[in-house]
């Protein structure tokens, strides 16, 4: 079964739905109706993704055993996904901290061997 689309192919304009169909009762739903979310915004790689973030609870040391990719390309990918879904990353990436130190405080954080407001303090003061 095909993805729900967003843009028409021929002109890229927004696509409404007009038309649903249940095979099960053999009903036919006309109207317009919305995507409904953000997340119809994002391609299948992308929902695959997500999926593997909610899965493994955000954590991204989890994601790099579980997809067998770096720190960094699985944060560039949260960043894509983030601008898919119209909004842009910021935070964090703004620190003076480097790659490795500030890495080193979110597996501290995970490892429970500091607090939240400990980590938030080390990232945004750019100390580790």
């Known amino acids: 079964m095909h993805t729900l689309p967003t843009q028409c192919p021929f002109c890229s304009g927004e696509v409404t739905v007009t038309k649903i169909y249940c095979r099960d009762c053999d009903t036919t739903y006309e109207g317009r109706f919305s995507a409904g979310t953000f997340f119809a915004q994002l391609s299948s790689k992308q929902l695959e993704f997500v999926e593997t973030f909610v899965r493994c609870e955000g954590k991204i040391n989890r994601m790099e055993q579980e997809l067998n990719l770096s720190y960094p390309t699985i944060r560039n990918r949260l960043h894509e ?5 119209g909004h842009e990353p910021g935070g964090i990436e703004d620190s003076a901290l480097s790659e490795a130190a500030r890495r080193k405080v979110l ?21 580790a």
């Open 81 to 85: 996904v983030i601008r898919a879904m």
């Open 107 to 127: 597996e501290d954080l995970d490892a429970g061997l500091i607090g939240y407001e400990d980590a938030i303090k080390l990232l945004e003061e750019g100390e």
